[in-house]
């Protein structure tokens, strides 16, 4: 196998990372197809409610920018950090795994939830984007009882 495609799948993965830590929607979104495969391992019936309306499949670039704009929406500015462990890449497809350490906005509870993030680069851009992880931290974060 050429190294090629895996050099090209890790550049856009670390571009991606650095553009989600810079935190602007529209410049995330760019590293995105005009259609991509997004989905989040959590219940379908939890899929968009008020209190985490960014967990829910999404379809396009534009939905990636909504996704990170409504992110920002519900979580304190400032109180954020993401670690990384390790990016595994075999061809076009790319894992991330690491830790998010986030505070709800709504009820300034703070959380930490471990993730998986399964990505796949064709052409330079972001055509698959599936998000495991721990759905009950969050959730819990957000739960106003």
Do not use: C, N
């Not at 462990?85 to 894992?95: N, P, S």
């Not at 959380?111 to 819990?140: I, K, M, P, W």
């Amino acid at each position: 196998m050429s190294t090629a495609p895996l050099a090209t799948t890790r550049a856009v993965v670390d571009e991606l990372l650095r553009r989600i830590g810079g935190g602007e929607p529209e410049s995330i979104a760019a590293m995105y197809a005009e259609q991509v495969d997004w989905k989040l391992d959590w219940p379908e019936a939890e899929h968009g409610r008020p209190s985490t309306p960014w967990i829910r499949h999404r379809a396009t670039r534009a939905d990636a920018s909504a996704h990170f704009r409504e992110l920002a929406e519900h979580h304190a500015p400032g109180r954020a950090s993401t670690e990384i462990e390790r990016i595994l890449v075999d061809g076009t497809d790319a894992v991330v795994i690491g830790e998010i350490r986030q505070t709800a906005r709504s009820t300034g509870r703070a959380y930490r939830a471990r993730f998986a993030l399964h990505l796949t680069v064709e052409d330079g851009l972001v055509t698959r984007h599936h998000v495991y992880e721990d759905s009950l931290a969050v959730a819990q974060a957000f739960d106003a009882s």
